[in-house]
């Protein structure tokens, strides 16, 4: 027997939002929406199987969400037991932390002014996109992705100052395409995965390896990639440029390539 509910988080004196997901086995899917409500959380779930908990408190002229999902002890865990539609207001600046577990998951967040993230996925797949320009300047952006397969798009339009990307035994598609503005730093660690990395062309950039072992490989597809040291590529017009990207990539026992569209 399933349950429909609907929760809206709506701000009182508060214009910024923090948000903190804590979601065990389910399906999870979050867009951005233009609307005065901080959140509306959509949930379809058996009780039999899944717990959830929402809280909301205001602080200091901040708003605190709180969403926790689990599955009940010795319970069989089914992602059609909890079934998550989350929408995030694109009026308030909001800091997200969120720690997911074995699920599918797609995160869409284009147009939302997050200030912070922090992601960590587990054994799931995953799909995380920024679909329009960031409105605000997202100071940092930590991924720490497990067994998973999980793909990021237009990361560009986060409008980040560092990106911070931890993979594990997972295959990941990392597309960095999107609007530029100012220096971002990119850092991105491979443990036993492969990663496909997409960057955008026209943008001036840097790339530091760790040069690869007997058991990794590192590979840079692009002509306009100059080695200017052992592991190190520029562009030409890297030295001179305000907007530009800095990459940094390092890989244990893995794959890593790296495009240009």
Same mark, same amino acid.
């Given at each position: #027997?399933?349950?429909?509910?609907?929760?809206? %988080?709506?701000?009182?004196?508060?214009?910024?939002? $923090?948000?903190?997901?804590?979601?065990?086995?389910?399906?999870?899917?979050?867009?951005?929406?233009?609307?005065? &409500?901080?959140? %509306?959380?959509?949930?379809? *779930?058996?009780? #039999?199987? %899944?717990?959830?908990?929402?809280?909301?408190?205001?602080?200091?002229?901040?708003?605190?969400? &709180?969403?926790?999902?689990?599955?009940?002890?010795?319970?069989?865990?089914?992602?059609?037991?909890?079934?998550?539609? =989350?929408?995030?207001?694109?009026?308030?600046?909001?800091?997200?932390?969120?720690? =997911? !577990?074995?699920?599918? /998951?797609?995160?869409?967040? !284009?147009? %939302?002014? $997050?200030?912070?993230?922090?992601?960590?996925?587990?054994?799931?797949?995953?799909?995380?996109?920024?679909?329009?320009?960031?409105?605000? #300047?997202?100071?940092?952006?930590?991924?720490?992705? @497990?067994? +998973?397969?999980?793909?990021?798009?237009?990361?560009?339009?986060?409008?980040?100052? *560092?990106?911070?990307?931890? !993979?594990? /035994?997972? +295959?990941?598609?990392?597309?960095?395409?999107?609007? *530029?503005?100012?220096?971002?730093?990119? +850092?991105?660690?491979? @443990?036993?995965?492969?990663?496909? =990395?997409?960057?955008?062309? @026209?943008?001036?950039?840097?790339?530091?390896?760790?040069?690869?072992?007997?058991?990794?490989?590192?590979?840079?597809?692009?002509?306009?990639?100059?080695?200017?040291?052992?592991?190190?590529?520029?562009?030409?017009?890297?030295?001179?440029?305000?907007? #530009? =990207?800095?990459?940094?990539?390092?890989?244990?026992?893995? +794959?890593?390539? $790296? *495009?240009?569209?």
């Amino acid at each position: #027997r399933r349950e429909e509910v609907t929760e809206k %988080v709506e701000l009182k004196s508060a214009n910024e939002v $923090v948000l903190q997901c804590d979601l065990g086995a389910g399906e999870f899917t979050i867009v951005p929406k233009d609307m005065a &409500e901080a959140a %509306v959380i959509d949930i379809s *779930y058996d009780p #039999r199987h %899944v717990e959830y908990f929402i809280e909301s408190d205001e602080k200091r002229g901040k708003c605190y969400i &709180e969403l926790e999902s689990e599955h009940r002890s010795h319970s069989h865990i089914d992602t059609d037991d909890n079934l998550w539609d =989350i929408a995030l207001s694109t009026r308030y600046e909001i800091a997200i932390e969120m720690d =997911i !577990g074995a699920c599918d /998951a797609e995160v869409d967040l !284009g147009g %939302v002014p $997050v200030t912070e993230m922090t992601l960590d996925i587990g054994a799931a797949s995953g799909v995380l996109e920024f679909s329009k320009p960031n409105p605000t #300047r997202l100071r940092e952006l930590d991924i720490d992705a @497990g067994a +998973s397969s999980l793909e990021i798009v237009s990361m560009g339009n986060a409008n980040f100052d *560092y990106l911070n990307f931890d !993979g594990g /035994a997972g +295959s990941f598609e990392l597309d960095l395409r999107g609007d *530029y503005d100012g220096e971002s730093e990119v +850092s991105i660690d491979i @443990g036993l995965g492969s990663a496909d =990395i997409t960057m955008p062309r @026209g943008v001036p950039f840097r790339i530091e390896t760790d040069g690869g072992n007997w058991l990794s490989s590192i590979d840079i597809h692009s002509r306009d990639a100059d080695e200017i040291d052992d592991g190190i590529y520029e562009s030409d017009d890297f030295d001179d440029a305000d907007t #530009r =990207i800095i990459l940094d990539i390092s890989v244990g026992m893995g +794959s890593v390539d $790296v *495009y240009w569209k």
